[in-house]
């Protein structure tokens, strides 16, 4: 006869308890009361074990409260230690905690932080003594070691405060990470330091030990070929707790867009694959909750000419225009076809000499592969948009194709054209600028970007090390949020890949012809200006406030180098930093050939440029470009997310019909409006540009510098607010206050 066999697993807290069970043995039922009381047994001995461990260590405390009340033994020292535990969610523990002080002259006891009542607690800043046999001199480092106490519970240490015996200066130890389990971990003094100046030798092992430690958890990877390497994490999940969100973030991201959906009321419409909207104002419908004063004045403007050419300007994507000196050749705009445009007693080619013609020209999304959506193929175009700075009318377009190669099917649009085609014309623009704006400029060049200063930083910069410290608060949740939308977003079933025309591989080949023009010196706003030859253009906004930030963060990262490098010979010899441009160069940017960033640093200036190009793609061009998401892409036809029909190829058999089965369905329409709601919004957890809530820099100079930044924000944030009154619409996104401190969007 065949034994029959079954196995019952329990989890226990401790361990698993498996039992075989035969047919020839006691019943199922017997065997599962077995289980039980083993499994309770076993429960019952862990919780006395951890009793019986934790009454002795409140005895060991009391004992040691109890010496506190007596004199010192000859020679022996008190230090009071302060510990700060953070104050976002589960950041306290109820595990056992130990310091041990390490000094020039030796160590302290090893000491368990527990007190009558609750400590190490949310928000908790707790006071100990720690003693030590003999002075330790100098504090060199904290050592922390956390232990499980019946269940684990991390613990996110803010910092530590040690003052020597007598009330002499305290020394802090900055921390701001998770212990995770039984660890022990070893914490700097906030000195900044470079490599050079570390003396002792525990400083030096543990600068390395740091680093080599940092090496193994962040690892480059290649995502896809031809663009900037990213962390090797496969999602969100495989990264370290330091870099995951915060719970409360990590809730508020998970149930956005699913709020974003019940909320506008979209649930019933989004299963709507494939229909038409009947009407432009059928919009309206998915439009009636949640609206921001922007967003409704778009769907007010939207079809004005003057608008249109202000987006350019003052949109999401601010950064398309150019100034046109001569016609490109592909595009064959004739003096006859405009004049009636321009204001009166000029030509366009005296425009186009006195510097009033600009070009957008979205030759990047010629040839990118279509996506098709529930086995619909969708449409893309690579439009150029002539446009003219009238004197009267401001920016206003003059012009459109929708091809790069002209023909008899690619008319050239023109403003009075019949009403539905111009419209048509310029929505097929909008419609490359969605792509452009999400695919290159927000993904691209701010997040992108930002992830590979990030994992650099991480792999070669210790935590003393002042760049770390001037960088770190920059790139806080960048990992994380680039994890996310790469599982989640650019996936390939992610949303662009169901609702976007670049979606699934479109999205890549346009990431990557992006990549062989992306250029460092692009990232640097005068040049950029300059190059564009767009200097002079009136109401733009998006320039003016860009210099002034530009200028702001440029003279705070040049006083901190300055405060910390008093020569160019010692960045070139600071090896760290040497390695971490090498790594951002030679790792993270080989895949961007064109990039044009050195992969050694020669002076001051260029390290101050370098770290103002990081601060400023993180905080002030993520927020330019990421935060009118909402306001210029929730009114769909404003900005549509994919066109469902080709480009019209005759001006005069362009009906509202073809432009309702042009737009997105209802479906696509209602998922682009609680994505970019969801991505746009304002984040409640946001920190503010330069409001650093973790002080890794306590030399009383750095917070100087710090202070006159925050100052000089201030100044432009008034500035700003000056120039906006009874401006419509506003232009808001680079308020200082509303510029977030790191990509985390
Ligand atoms: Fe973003």
Redesign the pocket.
């Known amino acids: 006869m065949m034994r029959m066999k079954t196995n019952f697993v329990l989890e226990c807290p401790e361990q698993e308890v498996a039992i075989e069970v035969r047919d020839n043995e006691p019943s199922a039922e017997a065997v599962q009361e077995e289980i039980l009381d083993t499994a309770l047994q076993q429960v019952v001995e862990t919780a006395e074990k951890e009793m019986v461990e934790r009454v002795q260590a409140e005895e060991k405390e009391a004992r040691g409260t109890k010496r506190k009340m007596e004199d010192l033994e000859e020679g022996e020292m008190e230090y009071k230690v302060t510990v700060a535990t953070g104050t976002l969610e589960y950041s306290g523990t109820n595990n056992y905690v130990y310091v041990t002080l390490v000094g020039e002259n030796g160590e302290s006891e090893r000491t368990l932080l527990d007190k009558p009542g609750l400590d190490l607690c949310r928000g908790a800043v707790d006071d100990y003594i720690v003693r030590s046999s003999a002075p330790l001199g100098r504090v060199i480092l904290v050592r922390l070691e956390k232990q499980k106490y019946f269940l684990e519970d991390n613990w996110f240490c803010n910092y530590v405060k040690v003052t020597p015996p007598g009330g002499g200066n305290p020394q802090t130890f900055p921390c701001y990470c998770w212990l995770v389990g039984d660890i022990k971990i070893e914490v700097r003094d906030s000195t900044a330091k470079r490599l050079s100046d570390e003396i002792l030798p525990q400083e030096l092992a543990h600068r390395k030990a740091q680093l080599k430690e940092r090496q193994k958890t962040y690892r480059w990877q290649v995502w896809a070929p031809g663009i900037p390497k990213c962390i090797d994490a496969k999602s969100e999940a495989d990264l370290p707790q330091d870099a995951r969100f915060a719970n409360e973030k990590r809730c508020d991201f998970e149930r956005s867009l699913q709020f974003a959906l019940l909320e506008l009321s979209l649930k019933k419409l989004v299963i709507w694959f494939g229909r038409s909207w009947e009407d432009l104002d059928d919009f309206k419908q998915i439009f009636w909750k949640l609206r921001s004063p922007i967003a409704e004045y778009v769907m007010e403007h939207w079809k004005e000419d003057w608008f249109f050419g202000h987006l350019f300007l003052n949109g999401s994507n601010p950064r398309m225009i150019h100034r046109c000196s001569q016609l490109p050749s592909n595009f064959p705009v004739s003096g006859d076809m405009v004049q009636a445009f321009l204001s009166p007693n000029t030509t366009l080619n005296k425009e186009l000499k006195a510097g009033n013609i600009y070009l957008v020209d979205y030759a990047v999304v010629d040839g990118i592969p279509e996506n098709v959506i529930r086995g619909k193929k969708q449409y893309i175009a690579a439009p150029l948009c002539l446009l003219y700075e009238h004197p009267d009318n401001g920016l206003i377009p003059i012009a459109i194709q929708l091809e790069q190669n002209p023909s008899k099917d690619t008319p050239i649009f023109l403003p009075n054209d019949p009403p539905l085609a111009w419209l048509l014309a310029k929505m097929w623009v909008r419609h490359a600028e969605f792509q452009v704006f999400q695919v290159l400029s927000?993904l691209l060049r701010?997040?992108l970007i930002a992830e590979v200063f990030c994992v650099a930083t991480l792999r070669h910069l210790p935590s003393v090390h002042p760049i770390n410290k001037l960088l770190t608060p920059h790139l806080k949740y960048t990992l994380e949020?680039n994890c996310r939308a790469r599982t989640q977003l650019i996936s390939q079933d992610g949303i662009f890949k169901r609702v976007v025309s670049t979606g699934g591989e479109g999205l890549l080949v346009l990431s990557q012809k992006g990549c062989k023009v992306l250029n460092y010196r692009s990232l640097q706003p005068r040049h950029d200006f300059i190059d564009r030859g767009v200097t002079k253009l009136n109401k733009y906004f998006y320039r003016e406030h860009t210099l002034m930030l530009w200028d702001t963060i440029e003279k705070f990262v040049s006083s901190i180098v300055t405060l910390y490098y008093t020569s160019d010979i010692e960045v070139v010899q600071d090896s760290e930093l040497q390695a971490w441009i090498k790594d951002v160069v030679e790792e993270g940017f080989v895949n961007v050939p064109q990039f044009g960033l050195p992969n050694e640093l020669k002076n001051k200036q260029e390290l101050i440029t370098v770290l103002s190009v990081v601060i400023f793609t993180t905080t002030a061009q993520?927020a330019a470009t990421?935060n009118g998401q909402f306001d210029f892409c929730s009114w769909v036809p404003n900005t549509p997310c994919t066109m469902r029909q080709p480009p019209p190829t005759d001006k005069d058999s362009v009906t509202m019909e073809l432009i309702m089965n042009t737009l997105p369905d209802i479906s696509q329409s209602c998922v682009q409006m609680a994505i970019t709601w969801h991505?746009g919004r304002v984040q409640p957890d946001a920190i503010p540009l330069a409001q650093y809530e973790e002080q890794y820099f306590t030399e009383p100079a750095a917070q100087k510098i710090i202070d006159d930044f925050r100052q000089d924000l201030k100044d432009i944030e008034e500035e700003i607010l000056q120039q906006n009154k009874g401006l419509e619409p506003p232009y808001l996104y680079l308020c200082p206050s509303r510029i977030e401190n790191s990509?985390t969007?």
């Open positions: 927000h701010t997040h949020i993520h990421n991505l990509i969007i």
